[in-house]
């Protein structure tokens, strides 16, 4: 059976759920082997063989977080020249996805980024992406060369599988270019303890609604009754009152959880391409005729400051 | 020595006009009014204040598209940027992120630069790729995804914001670099930067004056196919309630009744 090569997105070892959710997809298509970088890449095999990978290739050196993307793509290089798999999955995160790109340009393969979905197909994998704001959704292939995809948070179950997870050290040579990007210095984001956005079941987002940096206080109240991930919208963001990091749209992430519940937000098509395809979506608008209420399951017409505070009341009381 | 910047920007369909594709399942550029991505005008304004901070620069943009992406060249000269180079070329129709970028590098190389410019992504495509793929074609380093940038003594710093991270890069010129909608509201064209934009230089190029093949391009020479675009499904209408004083009570018995509580 053809081999797929899985990168290993992980923190110290820890491995983040959406590559767990690649090595779902990755079954799909062939055996899966993961190659993890930097530094703690050996602890994650036991994860990684519980979820089905039958190899683990692993790299350390000082360059991963030294320098910026490159040292990555030499050693995902390394980790295709040694298999000559099927296909190279990625997360698509930012970083994921620069290094994806620039591995598909050395190996002269097409790439497709930001999958929802991915099966076999007889010309090889077939990858389902959402177009213009989530209004259309597209059945893609690579024509040429070994298919590198990137595929979304929350495409795909996660699936225990157990497999052999052999251990083994990859062997990886620095190009001139790996040290071109130099990391002066990184300073971690402070952690909220909240599920990390794109990966949340849940997300509780406010907008221009919320009307202060202040309010967002019951946003998050909400969030922490359901275990939830905060955003925010563009407009929110723009004043102020909540990081970009936290922003759901265009030009922040793009979501896909279990429930949306949008508050205080309007439903311009910048924050629409972001959320659209949730799979339910509940809002809180005091605007009748705001766009958001196009694409709810639910919606509340009202005043979210009454709202919000009783529906994370009545969440307590009823989970007790 | 002049500091050569060159922004590479995209003419896009409008984002709230009614997009879709064409029949041989290419993005429609016909029936939606196109523009400067907005994502690109982020590029555009931090190499204008570059410009403005080295003692002498030269910045000029760049688009590879056809006929109509000449207004997003106008846009970035009525912000103030010095010419343009625009590709056009039949071929062009249809080619992917892989073919783009083997034209914007043997256009860059062409036109000299010691920094080139872009934003974070189109607002069609929305990849996100196309400035890794470009620094890979270039072999320069990739200085991505800044909030805020600076070039000074022949080396460009900035900031990136990552998901677990904020990090402070720093590479030798010639370089790449791609900035965020965070880095800064970009600046609206003055009256007389509208009139100069006139009388600015708008080279064109096509595929023979960049050594590019036809096969290496367009929908025939692109890497990827897209099999199949469907529109989706419109929502179904959902159940819509007037709070009345209950409505947060009302809409945690819809989400017991989901089973998320």
């Known amino acids: 059976m053809a081999e797929v090569l899985v990168y290993v997105d992980h923190v110290d070892g820890a491995v983040r759920k959406p590559t767990l959710e690649l090595l779902t997809l990755a079954r799909r298509i062939g055996e899966p082997v993961a190659v993890a970088l930097g530094a703690g890449a050996a602890d994650t095999a036991a994860t990684l063989a519980e979820h089905g990978a039958v190899k683990v290739l692993t790299a350390d050196a000082p360059e991963f977080a030294d320098y910026l993307v490159v040292p990555k793509v030499d050693a995902l290089q390394a980790a295709y020249e040694a298999v000559s798999p099927a296909a190279v999955l990625v997360p698509s995160s930012a970083e994921g996805k620069e290094i994806a790109a620039r591995l598909a340009v050395r190996i002269g393969s097409g790439i497709i980024t930001d999958a929802v979905d991915l099966e076999a197909g007889d010309e090889g994998p077939v990858a389902t992406q959402s177009a213009f704001a989530a209004s259309f959704t597209t059945k893609s292939r690579v024509s040429k060369g070994t298919p590198v995809i990137t595929v979304k948070p929350n495409s795909a179950p996660v699936e225990a599988a157990p497999a052999a997870g052999a251990v083994e050290a990859l062997s990886v040579t620095f190009g001139a270019l790996a040290t071109g990007t130099k990391v002066v210095a990184r300073t971690p984001r402070e952690s909220t303890g909240r599920p990390e956005l794109t990966e949340a079941a849940i997300v509780v987002s406010g907008g221009r609604g919320v009307n202060g940096a202040e309010n967002f206080s019951i946003i998050e109240a909400l969030a922490d009754s359901l275990g939830a991930a905060v955003g925010a919208s563009r407009a929110a963001v723009d004043a102020g009152w909540y990081p970009h990091t936290n922003q759901v749209g265009q030009t922040g992430k793009s979501v896909s959880p279990q429930l949306y519940i949008a508050s205080g937000i309007s439903g311009a098509i910048q924050h629409r391409a972001g959320m659209q395809t949730s799979k339910t979506i509940v809002a809180i608008n005091k605007d009748a005729e705001a766009p958001i209420f196009d694409l709810v399951d639910y919606g509340v017409v009202g005043d979210l400051f009454q709202v919000v505070p009783q529906l994370t009341d009545e969440i307590k009381a009823r989970k007790g | ?261």
């Open chain 2, 1 to 261: 020595m002049s500091l050569r910047i060159v922004v590479c920007v995209k003419y896009v369909p409008d984002a709230t006009g009614d997009r879709h594709f064409a029949d041989d399942l290419t993005v429609d550029r016909d029936d939606v009014d196109g523009l400067l991505s907005e994502l690109d005008e982020y590029a555009v304004e931090q190499a204008l204040q570059i410009a403005e901070e080295a003692d002498e620069a030269e910045v000029t943009v760049l688009t590879v598209g056809p006929e109509d992406a000449r207004d997003a060249l106008r846009k970035a000269l009525s912000m103030g940027a010095d010419k343009a180079v625009h590709v056009e070329d039949d071929d062009l129709h249809g080619t992917d992120v892989m073919g783009t970028s083997l034209v914007l590098a043997k256009a860059i190389e062409k036109a000299g630069y010691d920094l080139v410019i872009t934003g974070m992504a189109s607002t069609d495509g929305t990849m996100g790729v196309l400035p890794a793929i470009l620094a890979e074609r270039l072999g320069v380093p990739q200085v991505t995804l800044l909030s805020e940038v600076k070039v000074e003594d022949g080396t460009v710093t900035g900031r990136r914001d990552g998901d677990t991270a904020s990090e402070q890069l720093e590479a030798s010129l010639p370089a790449l670099v791609s900035v965020t909608d965070q880095s800064g509201e970009a600046r609206y064209p003055s009256f007389k930067g509208i009139m100069a934009a006139k009388k600015k230089p708008v080279e064109s190029w096509d595929l023979s004056d960049l050594d590019v093949e036809a096969e290496e391009v367009g929908l025939e020479g692109s890497w990827t196919a897209v099999d199949s675009a469907a529109q989706r499904p419109a929502r179904t209408a959902g159940t819509i309630v007037k709070d009345e004083g209950e409505g947060g009570k009302q809409l945690a018995e819809f989400l017991a009744g989901q089973k998320f509580i």
